[in-house]
């Protein structure tokens, strides 16, 4: 069951469970955890799309809207929403699916993450045709 009426846009990219070892003092995920999650579905999102490798130039409109908690599994979902020269940007967006009676999804977070094509020695590379 979703929640707020948000529905996840793109492809399911990534799941994982937020474990204990990934908390802070309060108990609710590092926000440092969710962000390597983000870039890892954003990173196999934009290397598939670009066939090679990439690499992070920027992460902007990051939002926290609720914690992740323990036990929770976080769900990211990626699209990419512009292609450039050399790079391409994906929309990343995690949901936490509560292990309710409901099992509810909340969104707990968003981002965009631009990625660029390197070659071999980590250069900006065209993307191809």
């Given at each position: ?27 609710d ?9 983000m ?22 409109n ?20 512009k ?13 936490a ?33």
């Open positions: 069951m979703m929640n707020r009426g948000h529905h996840p846009r793109g492809e399911l990219s990534l799941r994982t469970v937020a474990m204990r070892a990934d908390t802070n003092a309060s108990g995920i590092f926000a440092g955890w969710i962000i390597a999650q870039g890892l579905a954003a990173d196999m999102a934009a290397s598939a799309h670009v066939r090679g490798r990439i690499a992070t130039a920027s992460v902007s990051l939002n926290f809207l609720q914690p992740v908690q323990v036990g929770d599994v976080l769900c990211i979902y990626t699209e990419i929403t292609t450039g020269r050399t790079s391409i940007t994906v929309g990343v967006e995690a949901y699916l509560r292990r309710n009676p409901g099992n509810t999804y909340v969104r707990v977070t968003a981002a965009e993450f631009v990625m660029v094509a390197v070659d071999e020695e980590g250069l900006p590379r065209a993307l191809a045709a």
